[in-house]
């Protein structure tokens, strides 16, 4: 397995567990909180008219809500606006000391409403901090697929019809990405799961024409890699040559000296990435 020093994603070698760093600056997360019931609205002030009625809600609003996933730490979701037909999914995965918050922010942003978007957690590191402020991190690519088919199933039973599982988009980023395509190659059940994938400073090495043949097969055809190192461009390089061999569809971008990050100049390129992951992906149009 590959190594790579410390830092968002969601693409070179996996970050360290005993290194942490998932650098996007770890902003404090927004308020979470597990399904609830509604707030009681609030009284109208007497002197409201019709001309001070709040305006209606935007269609792409989204929520935020932690599920439960049997024996791992809660995955943090983010739930698009009721519509009629199901809504497709997203996974994503973190680097090593990251967390889940700040990614599922990060592609909430491009999905804008048009998925339930699944931001796994992994395990926690620092658990003598206040669970704001840890990092986690993923232990090993067999953990982190187990977690990540886990999520899945709890999300499948939560969100029931509103959620089309089938053909799901992986995204994942530095330790993500990398442990995230060796849980993809592990077994053909586990691409299965996916159609689309995306890896950011991560998981640009590791592929063969047998793989990518296996991927295709199931029906994981399309694949992006963006790169803000030039040892994760260089990787990318070897392994397009396998892959486009193997029948996949690849999207390559680099941002040159951008770094170990999914922000700055890499960020941009993630965003065109995951247009054109999408962009022949009926439930992605708004309905």
């Given at each position: 397995?590959r ?5 968002i994603v ?5 970050c ?41 809600p ?6 935020r ?6 024996n791992f730490?809660d ?14 999914l ?20 491009m ?5 339930f978007i ?6 926690p590191?620092?658990?003598h ?6 990092g986690?991190f ?26 089309d ?10 330790q ?7 849980f993809?190659?592990?077994?053909k059940?586990?691409?299965a799961?996916?159609s689309?994938?995306i890896f950011?400073e ?7 024409v047998a ?23 260089d ?5 397009k ?24 100049a ?21 309905k």
């Amino acid at each position: 397995m590959r190594k790579a020093s410390p830092l968002i994603v969601v693409l070179v070698a996996a970050c360290s567990p005993a290194a942490p760093a998932d650098h996007v600056g770890r902003p404090t997360p927004a308020p979470i909180s597990s399904p609830a019931l509604p707030a009681p609205a609030a009284s109208p002030s007497p002197s409201a008219g019709p001309s001070a009625s709040a305006p209606p809600p935007s269609s792409t609003a989204t929520t935020r809500e932690r599920l439960a996933v049997p024996n791992f730490p809660d995955s943090y979701v983010v739930v698009p606006p009721p519509r009629s037909s199901p809504y497709p999914l997203v996974v994503v995965t973190h680097g090593a000391g990251g967390r889940p918050e700040p990614h599922c922010d990060h592609y909430d942003e491009m999905v804008a409403g048009r998925a339930f978007i699944l931001c796994t957690a992994g395990r926690p590191i620092g658990k003598h901090l206040p669970e704001e402020e840890r990092g986690y991190f993923y232990d090993g690519h067999h953990e982190l697929g187990r977690e990540v088919i886990a999520a899945i199933e709890a999300a499948k039973a939560q969100y029931g019809s509103r959620l089309d599982a089938t053909g799901a988009i992986f995204a994942g980023y530095s330790q993500g990405a990398s442990m995230g395509l060796l849980f993809l190659h592990e077994k053909k059940e586990n691409a299965a799961l996916f159609s689309r994938a995306i890896f950011v400073e991560g998981g640009s090495a590791d592929w063969n024409v047998a793989l990518s043949e296996r991927m295709r097969a199931v029906g994981l055809t399309r694949v992006a890699i963006v790169c803000g190192q030039k040892s994760c461009k260089d990787s990318a390089d070897q392994s397009k040559v396998w892959m486009k061999r193997g029948g996949l569809e690849l999207r390559l971008d680099y941002a040159p000296g951008a770094g170990h990050t999914y922000g700055g100049a890499v960020a941009p390129l993630v965003e065109a990435a995951f247009a054109w992951l999408i962009e022949e992906d009926p439930r992605f149009v708004r309905k």
